[in-house]
């Protein structure tokens, strides 16, 4: 027994050894760590995005906030004018006040939906090209590894979010900013 257990033991040392010497080239390797979320955030490209879509949905929010405060105005009206009203016309107010409640709470509920849609669209558009950027950035500067999520510690020497967000920026300013 003890035969066997010294040979399964030489035979992981020599795995070990063997995965740990690596050839010449292997040892020259350039690795490099990109923050995805860094850049998403930084690069000029998500504002442009961010502002293409607010301008987007300006009239849809300048509708709803209308709208609300057309609620707003009504409920006031209803509320001072109660003790004046009849039972039929205060009916008559209550349904008209839940009708329009439920025509606010409908235009907030479709803006929010498409709005989180179309950001969404956008974003992923925005990865994909920021990706693309990453990965041209590293095959010009002769990068074999480019690490991004999942990294839980990356030294500044590895770190070459800055670098890429600078060619991201000067790619975005030669492209014309939209």
């Known amino acids: 027994m003890s035969f066997v257990k010294k040979g399964v033991s030489v ?3 020599i795995a070990l050894i ?8 292997a040892q020259n390797l350039r690795i490099g760590v990109v923050n995805i979320q860094a850049l998403m955030e930084q690069a000029p490209q998500t504002k442009s995005a961010m502002d293409a879509l607010q301008e987007e949905f300006a009239p849809r929010q300048r509708e709803f906030i209308a709208k609300q405060k057309e609620f707003e105005d009504l409920q006031a009206k209803a509320q001072k004018d109660a003790a004046v009203m009849g039972e039929t016309e205060r009916r008559n107010a209550e349904k008209d006040l839940r009708d329009l409640q439920r025509e606010v709470t409908r235009l907030q509920t479709e803006f929010r939906e498409d709005l989180n849609l179309r950001q969404n669209e956008e974003l992923g ?3 994909r090209a920021l990706l693309k950027e990453v990965q041209d950035y590293a095959q010009q500067e002769g990068y074999d590894l480019i690490v991004g999520d999942g990294v839980l510690f990356a030294s500044t020497a590895v ?3 800055p670098a890429v967000l600078q060619a991201v920026e000067a790619n975005f300013q030669a492209t014309g900013a939209r």
Do not use: Y
């Open 11 to 13: 035979f992981i040392g």
């Open 18 to 25: 063997a995965g740990f010497a690596l050839p010449a080239d």
């Open 125 to 127: 558009k925005l990865q």
């Open 159 to 161: 770190n070459i979010t």
